[in-house]
RNA sequence: CGGGAGGUAGUUCAGCCCGGUAGAAUACGUGGUUUGGGACCACGGGGUCGCAGGUUCGAAUCCUGUCCUCCCGACCA
């Protein structure tokens, strides 16, 4: 038992490490609030990416790479973005090292090599990039402007933790640049869809969408969207956001387009972005107390076959029964590994690719071969059943798509579940404080009864959700009149 | 950044209070027996005790500084 988990009861904060590490997603660095991506989690982030990187080019985007110093004074041309980052910007002052007079061997920061003008390591990239969009636009026929960047940005952040907050994380941000308001927000909206979509329909996870407050919208924003995922721990988790941002950056960075009518106007951008957070909301959505659960459409392994046998002959029958399977199943696209590594045995194996949250384990012993059988694990559920292996790929193949819908329903069940309304103080604190997860009430719509709510009970609004239902009612806090519940929640 | 805990073999940890030159389990290597839920026997390899100073004849142990991690708080995706 060299991998024992803590169970989500006893501490979920240490179960979720525990996944992550067990699992061999990450690993802690060297580095303060860094993180080691390791093969297999960043096969999943792979999946995870190039999935989503076909939904923004079917949507008619291109990559591109911007640079990851942003200087100081294009930084803050916007002001409330760059006072928004400011508390949590990694910055270069110097471009050399010496060997140290004083001490052999070591290094240290030469005193001569001062920037002129420090660099900022990108918090996020919309100085830069408008800085950029100044010169590619000059008509509305340059525009819409359709871009997004796979990059790391760097938030310095003083309390991390694996894959949901890190100093340096791995995300991508679309940037686009349209001729009309209109348009711009029909983007937003669109590229909200397409994450939903996509955490929904891949990662398994349910989503609200939603708008958020004033006071938690993207600095420089006019309008923030988001989804908002539910942890099984009750908590809330911000998993993608698209921002409208009217033309306060093209103010800022002074891009103008000429119009139809030979008029200059400000462009009206967006910006939106998801992270490698979305592992977390993974490891936190779908998890036991074994480990991993992983969606099989992103799993980097979708199905494992375990051998059983005595001595080398039964091995050979085993391994070339096997090998026709996989071929079978490679067929069908799907992701396989045999592991008939011999210094494992087969409960070991067994425990390990539960740890690691791999769909579906196929056993085969030489006792199921005499039957024409393979017996067949599903992870969700744990059942296990003999499987004919006449047909077995498709039976396999069917079980994945079973597998990918049955996360996303219990998923589902758990969310509408936590999603309760509270129509009295009182009942809003309990809530919180023994079932966790959204609670829905109405609020006066102000900034400072937010801000009230958040010192007392450590709840912020996640957001507003779209199509929200309008009903009369009195603030949750204030008594005020009010049009709408708003979600609730405590969130990472 | 404040409070608490921790860092000793790949891993989990003991040793530290009371200073005398490092141990267990597990993992790893070899050989053998095994294989349907984390196998067993035998032998073997492996650690400048996070790092840097200091005290001392002598430091994993005492002192100072520093780095990294975890938990709680403030802040934040």
């Not at 919309?126 to 000059?138: F, R, S, V």
Request: glycine content about 6%; charged content about 30%; proline content about 3%.
């Amino acid at each position: 038992m060299s991998k024992e988990i803590t169970s989500r009861a006893q501490d979920y904060s240490q179960w979720y490490n525990d996944l992550v590490i067990k699992g061999e997603l990450a690993d802690y660095s060297a580095v303060r609030g860094c993180m080691v991506i390791k093969p297999y989690g960043f096969a999943l982030w792979e999946n995870m990416r190039d999935a989503m990187d076909k939904m923004f080019k079917d949507t008619g985007h291109q990559n591109a790479y911007f640079p990851l110093f942003v200087p100081k004074s294009l930084f803050e041309a916007e002001e409330k973005n760059a006072e928004g980052f400011a508390k949590e910007c990694a910055i270069v002052t110097h471009y050399r090292l010496k060997t140290d007079p004083d001490k052999k061997g070591k290094l240290m920061v030469d005193p001569e090599a001062k920037l002129e003008e420090e660099l900022i390591i990108r918090p996020t990239s919309e100085a830069i990039i408008w800085n950029t969009y100044k010169g590619w636009i000059q008509s509305y026929r340059d525009l819409p402007l359709l871009i997004n960047q796979w990059c790391n940005v760097v938030r310095w952040e003083m309390r991390t933790r694996l894959f949901l907050r890190t100093a340096e994380f791995l995300w991508q941000e679309g940037h686009t640049a349209h001729s009309t308001s209109e348009e711009a927000v029909a983007e937003t909206r669109q590229m909200l869809d397409v994450y939903a979509d996509f955490v929904e329909n891949w990662m398994a996870v349910p989503v609200i969408k939603g708008v958020k407050t004033e006071s938690e919208r993207f600095a420089g924003a006019v309008d923030t969207y988001c989804i908002e995922s539910l942890m099984q721990d009750g908590k809330a988790l911000q998993s993608g956001t698209s921002h409208f941002l009217g033309q306060n950056f093209a103010k800022a960075f002074d891009v103008k387009f000429l119009n139809k009518e030979n008029q200059l106007e400000h462009v009206w951008a967006t910006s939106w972005g998801v992270s490698t957070r979305l592992v977390g909301a993974l490891v936190m959505a779908h998890g036991d107390d074994q480990g991993l659960i992983l969606p099989p459409r992103i799993a980097p392994l979708q199905a494992v076959i375990v051998p059983i046998y005595k001595g080398d002959q039964q091995k050979a029958t085993v391994d070339a029964k096997a090998k026709e399977i996989i071929k079978q199943l490679k067929e069908l696209g799907i992701r396989v590994k045999y592991d008939n590594n011999d210094n494992a045995r087969p409960g070991w194996k067994f425990a390990e690719y539960e740890m690691k949250g791999v769909p579906v384990r196929i056993t085969l012993g030489a006792r199921d071969l005499e039957n024409n059988v393979a017996e067949i694990a599903r992870r969700d559920t744990k059942e296990k059943r003999n499987v004919s292996l006449d047909g077995i790929a498709a039976y396999v193949n069917e079980l994945l798509a079973e597998i990918q819908k049955n996360l996303f329903d219990r998923a589902k069940s758990f969310r509408d579940e936590h999603i309760t309304p509270a129509d009295t103080w009182n009942e809003f604190e309990k809530l919180l404080d023994e079932k966790g997860g959204f609670i829905s009430a109405h609020w006066d719509g102000t900034a400072e009864t937010e801000e009230t709510i958040k010192e007392k009970t450590k709840a912020t609004i996640r957001c507003i959700p779209l199509n929200n239902p309008q009903e009369d009612g009195k603030c949750i806090l204030t008594g005020k009149s009010s049009k709408q519940r708003v979600l609730f929640a405590r969130a990472y």
